[in-house]
């Protein structure tokens, strides 16, 4: 059974995330505190982390980098009120796979847990791999499969979060799919990277 953290100082957010969880057959944790995600994450293996950027003592963001820079790679989806281009580009270097902006339902964690493989925590993949994961997307866009390509394209990121392209497409995927916010989102974040 995969196993998942969830990190918010709401009680109402981590008891909806862990409802929806376990529904979708995960083993959940539960921590309200910074410093409370980072003993957890120190000394139990997650399959995924749900993290907020705004907690007590200790930010989201700096749980993330702190966990980075110890070698751990668990794929992390940021939980924030307030996004920003800012924050996007700081968690998505540090390998977070994407944002769920508050409020949120249960179809929506459903929804973002579907477009994202989360079998994700896999090392860099060589450039032939790349080069065949791209024309997958390439097949998916030409067969109007968006969600298909999302997933594709997340893997992508994971192995590589610094690498312009995927943002792009990913902003062309979900403007495929009526989804402004995420398409705004990325193509923000894409128009970062660009030009590094």
Known sequence: MKKALVVDDTKNIRLLLEKTLEIEGFSVETASTGTEALNKLRTEAFDLVFLDIKLPEISGTEVLRKIRSEGNNTPV??????????????????????????????????????????????????????????EEVKNAFSESDYN??????????????????PYKLLAKAYKRLGDEDNANKFAKVYSVFKDE
Not at 102 to 131: C, H, M, V, W, Y
Not at 148 to 165: C, E, F, G, N, Q
């Open 148 to 165: 298909k390509a999302i997933s594709l394209l997340s893997k992508l990121l994971a192995a590589d979060p610094t690498d312009a392209r």
């Open 77 to 134: 989806i940021i939980i924030t009120a307030y996004p920003t281009v800012k924050n996007a580009v700081d968690c998505i270097q540090l390998g977070a796979i994407t944002y769920l902006q508050k409020p949120f339902t249960a179809d929506r964690l459903k929804n973002t847990l579907q477009q994202f493989n989360l079998d994700i925590a896999s090392s860099r993949g060589s450039q032939g791999e790349k080069s065949e994961i791209y």
